[in-house]
């Protein structure tokens, strides 16, 4: 297995963190987004030391950020090695998150549609504007991000929070993400949540059902060729 040594891309980047307040949260972004855009390699060892001292912080907030990124299923700790960047998705895991998302998120979909508020309304016009191409959202993780928000809206939204709960664990956008993103993975999933967004909204209970699972079924389209065995 290989070993991550953070700066080794470009030297003339400065990524030290300022001391500051949010700074926590600053270097978790920065470790996410290092392994969601594979600057961290999967399945790779990540170097506390290495990365304490590329941004200059102490080790607590790496630790503290790696345990999060734990808990979201992007690193493992294995004895003896430490922490290390989670494996890519193969095509197993992949069928799997498909097929599980396929049985709960249509159905929360249409539940949403026939619970729908104002309120729900503009959450989900909000988020599914923010992720529009021409507001060019700054990085693959930060589409990611908006499109982990939206579908969990849509799941809360069902008023079940099992189901909420179960999708939440699945962390399936980062995983998604990691295995392949593309600008225009971004363009045609905007188009599909905003067929998705539309029927929601005007209370479509059988539209919303639909459209999330085309949008569903159209994303695994999209992922399979880069799935390895
Ligand atoms: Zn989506």
Known sequence: MASHLPGGADPSENRRVQRSQGFAEEVLNI???????????PDTRISIDHLARELGVSQTPIREALSMLEAMGLVTKRHYIGYCSAPQLNRKRLDE?????????PYAARRTAQRMTPEMAETLRRLSGTMEPKNEVESYDQFAQLDAELHDAIAAGSGNDIIQESLSRLHAHFHIFRLRFHSEVTREAYLEHERLVNALTSGDADGAEQAMRDHIQKSYDRLLPFARD
């Open 97 to 105: 998150l498909y097929e599980m998302r396929q049985l709960l998120e």
């Open 31 to 41: 470790i996410r987004s290092d392994i969601m855009s594979l600057r961290i390699p």
